[in-house]
């Protein structure tokens, strides 16, 4: 019973275009979201989070919009670029952020030249 | 500035060993969590501590495994007697720990149990 789904292992796009990596969740308790990018032998890195009071947060090429009553959050990249090639984790928490992650189980972007 | 620090990047144990993987979190954070990925399960939580003191072991797997946290600058997850299913990257990761903040992660340990 995952709480936090990610259904798209992998997604390859065109350097230059738009990402968009999808994510849904059935604990309505969830209050924080984050978006964590993780390259191979490193360990997860931040990218951008928010919080349930907000349905959208800006980050330079990252936004991740946030749909409560849909259980969905999806984050976009925009543009696309080579380094952005990595997985991408979806995690929610309780507590506002204080307490432990709950992750999906990422999406490898590759982005093409 | 430093990172999260684990020790060590890479250990290789028999079946039945103890094993002890380390973790100095960030200075001045509060909080510190241990995460397990495996493919099967991807990326989950097994305690986390909020000043020193564990506030949730729910996912810890099993007895063999245990979690210490005797001072601000140093975490210890033990297992004993290690099994091959416990191979796995084990994270350590600290915050803040006042809420709504970022989590920072180490590089991880590779622990292969043969």
């Known amino acids: 019973d995952q709480q936090v789904k990610q259904n798209s292992p992998s997604l390859s796009v065109q350097e230059g275009r738009i990402s968009i990596l999808n994510c849904d969740y059935t604990?309505?308790?969830?209050?924080?979201f984050l978006w964590y990018k993780k390259y191979p032998a490193e360990g997860p890195t931040f990218l951008i989070s928010?919080?349930?009071?907000?349905d959208k947060n800006e980050d330079g090429r990252f936004t991740v919009f946030l749909n409560k009553s849909a259980k969905h959050l999806s984050l976009h990249i925009v543009p696309s670029q080579p380094g952005d090639s990595a997985v991408y984790f979806c995690a929610a928490t309780l507590g506002g952020g204080a307490d432990g992650l709950t992750f999906g189980k990422g999406t490898h972007l590759i982005i093409q030249p | 500035d430093a990172g999260v620090i684990q020790s060590p990047r890479h250990e290789v144990t028999e079946m039945g060993q103890e094993v002890t993987l380390r973790c100095k979190p960030i200075s001045g954070h509060n909080s510190l969590f241990w995460y397990r990925q495996t493919m099967m399960r991807g990326l989950e939580l097994l305690i986390y501590?909020?000043?020193?003191?564990?506030?949730?072991d729910s996912g810890m797997p099993e007895d063999r495994f245990s979690a210490k946290m005797p001072n601000a600058s140093f975490s210890t997850l033990k297992i004993q007697p290690s099994e091959p299913r416990d191979s796995a990257v084990y994270f350590c990761?600290?915050?803040?720990?006042?809420?709504?903040?970022?989590?920072?992660f180490g590089p991880g340990t590779r622990l292969l149990v043969l």
């Open positions: 501590f909020n000043n020193n003191v564990p506030i949730d």
């Open positions: 990761a600290s915050s803040p720990g006042t809420g709504g903040e970022t989590q920072y």
């Open positions: 928010i919080s349930s009071i907000k």
């Open positions: 604990n309505s308790m969830f209050d924080y």
